[in-house]
């Protein structure tokens, strides 16, 4: 089975930045619509940002205009820019294919909001 690897994350300040990648050994990466999904202590895996097949990226409400989500095909890399980052953004941040995850997951990488 494919494996997808995050990394990135790491402790920030309120208002910080984070610049989250995730590489996905999968031979047909650019054909599949990617997500980012957070998980909060005590709480469902969630998805908070996509990107289709053609670069278009898709948010929930509350990230819109503070998270960025991209990819680059030839790395097999999706990435999610977080600015202005708050103490609720706090969570493990995973990817996965967009709506209909994969079995298997990553380990994701931790974010802390904290001053």
């Known amino acids: 089975q494919a494996q997808l690897v995050e990394s990135g994350g790491g402790l920030v300040q309120p208002g910080g930045s984070l610049r989250l990648s995730c590489v996905a050994s999968?031979?047909?990466?650019?054909?599949?619509?990617w997500a980012w999904y957070r998980e909060e202590p005590g709480s469902q895996r969630e998805e908070v940002a996509a990107?289709?097949?053609?670069?278009?990226?898709m948010y929930v409400q509350f990230v819109e205009g503070r998270f960025t989500i991209s990819r680059d095909n030839a790395r097999n890399t999706v990435y999610l820019e977080m600015n202005t980052l708050k103490p609720e953004d706090t969570a493990v941040y995973y990817c996965?294919?967009?709506?209909?995850?994969?079995?298997?997951w990553g380990q994701g990488t931790q974010v802390t909001v904290s001053s």
């Open positions: 996965n294919r967009h709506a209909l995850s994969f079995d298997y």
């Open positions: 990107i289709t097949t053609d670069g278009n990226g």
């Open positions: 999968i031979s047909n990466f650019s054909n599949i619509a």
